[in-house]
Each structure stands twice: as structure tokens, then as C-alpha cells.
């Protein structure tokens, strides 16, 4: 996952705890491989067939949804690596290595991490705000600093550009709020509204955080290369939530929502990255609500 930079704030999209579960690795070109179910907790049989032109896609995309991404990142790179040694220059392909290599644990001959693969393809078109962005997201602090203050002087109003400035760069909420609400106005995103959510929580504004973070769920993401970015904002919006809801002495919204980060925290994912605020708030809710742990069997 990318290297989250800056102030360390909970909604920058990249610290993360991967589960390092490897599938086994497809022996040949078509093979079947093995789904376990989020919500049923079976397995399932699923046949991808690797000599299509949309097995990367389709690789792709049960690797984000899935507890166990690796088994899918493996094949993926390994049929990406193929395809950039016959087409070099093709923009997608490096866009699809970088998130394959950002989501699971494969090796690629063509890039070591998902920076590079993502510096390749922003290099193949440099007016593509969005693998700007992913670049930005995966690189040193004043590094990404300069490269989103290149995008934004191509156009000022990229949203994941804006986006980045205003959790990474822009210390002070009150200036972060404007900035974040010109992204969400382009491109309504759950990262954005989450990050407006904290901006209010920092600032007080109790009522207003309730509303950004109630509805975080409902909107896409902004980085849908990232693994299971929807339950990574769920989560923390669950958190703050439960937060900024106690503070209005609202408490059963805030036990409800509180109940909801603890049923998804305890799986594996890209959540359990915490801050120290929310580490702080975690710990006043749960010794509010001890009861409440969220393991399955409670």
C-alpha cells in the first residue's frame, strides 16, 4: 500500500496492515481459482480464463474485493509482465502492474514497487492528473509536495490533486475544509467526504462531521486502485461517527456506530491504521461501551 507521508492523518490512503496470506500460484495459463466468500465464509469455485484480453481486469478486480488478494496479484503480474515485454510503451499496462503490485505480494521483472510502475505510466502521458496523483500518493513527502503542485498548474481543479493538498499539505483545518470541498465538488468521493468529516471533528463542529461521515458509504472512491478502499473508509467514518456523535450526547447514533467499527475492524484489511486521535477516541468509546467487541462470537 502507499507510503502515507505528512501529518499522518487517518484518511491519507496508505499505511496499511496486508494480509499476507498467499494463494498458491497458478501452474498454467487457465485455472481455476478459489474464492472465499466475504459474507458466507465458503468456498467457491471461480474460473478466470487468463487467455482472455479482460483477465487482468478480472484478476484485478476480485483481488481488491477479496480477504486473500495475493492468489489473484500473483497470476495477474505475472501475465502483466508478459504483456509489457511485447508492448513496452502501452500506458494501461503499467497502470494495471502499479495496482496489482499496491495491492498484493508478487514480484514483477519489469518494477520493484508500485512507485515505479506508477512513474512509468504518468511519464507515458504527464497530463493525466489521476496517475499524477497515484505517484504522488506513493512517494517521499517533498516529492509528492512538488508533483501535486505540478498538477494543480496544469488544472487547478484536478480533485485527487486538490484532495491530496488539502489532507497532506494544508495543516490547518478551517484552510483544509475549503480546499476539500472544491475536490468533493468535482468528484464526490468517499476519501474527500471522510477527510471533510475529520476536518470538522479537529474544528468542533459536531453536527457538521455527523453529516459528512454518515454517508461516507454511498459515494465511490477516489482511488479505486487501492484494496478495499470502501471498507477503509467505512471504517474510519464508523469511528468518527460514534465520536462525533457522543459529543452531542446523541448516544444511541454514537453506540450504533461505534458497534459498526468494531464489526469490521477485527478482519484484515487495510484499517488498522489508526491515528493517535482516533487511537484516542477508540479508547474513551470502548471503555464507554466494553461490551461491545465486535468478534463474532459475542
Known sequence: MPYRFGFA??????????LNTPGAQAESDQDTIRLKSDSLAIIKPFQID????????????????????????KQCVRLLDRQITASHDKRILWMQLAEALQIGFAGSIHATSPS???????????????????????????????????????????????YLKGVCFTPYAGERLEILKKSYKQRPSAECRLALGRACLDEGLWPQA???????????VLFPEDWRPEVWAEVHAALGLAWAELQQNRLDKAEAAYRKFREILFEPGPWHDLDSTEEAWFEKLATRWP????YPWD
Open 210 to 220: 455527523s453529516t459528512y461521515l454518515d454517508s461516507v458509504v454511498d459515494i465511490p
Open 291 to 294: 461490551g461491545i467487541t465486535g
Open 50 to 73: 487468463t487467455t482472455q484480453p479482460d483477465a487482468v481486469s478480472n484478476l484485478l478486480q476480485w483481488a481488491r474485493t477479496t480477504h486473500e488478494p495475493t492468489r489473484y496479484i
Open 9 to 18: 492523518l487517518l484518511y491519507f490512503l496508505a499505511a496499511v496492515c496486508i
Open 116 to 162: 515505479e510502475a506508477w512513474q512509468r505510466a504518468y511519464a507515458l502521458d504527464s497530463t493525466d492528473c489521476h496517475s499524477g496523483s497515484l505517484l504522488a500518493r506513493t512517494s517521499e513527502e517533498a516529492i509528492a509536495k512538488k508533483i501535486v503542485q505540478g498538477l494543480l498548474q496544469k488544472d487547478s481543479l484536478c480533485p485527487e490533486a486538490l
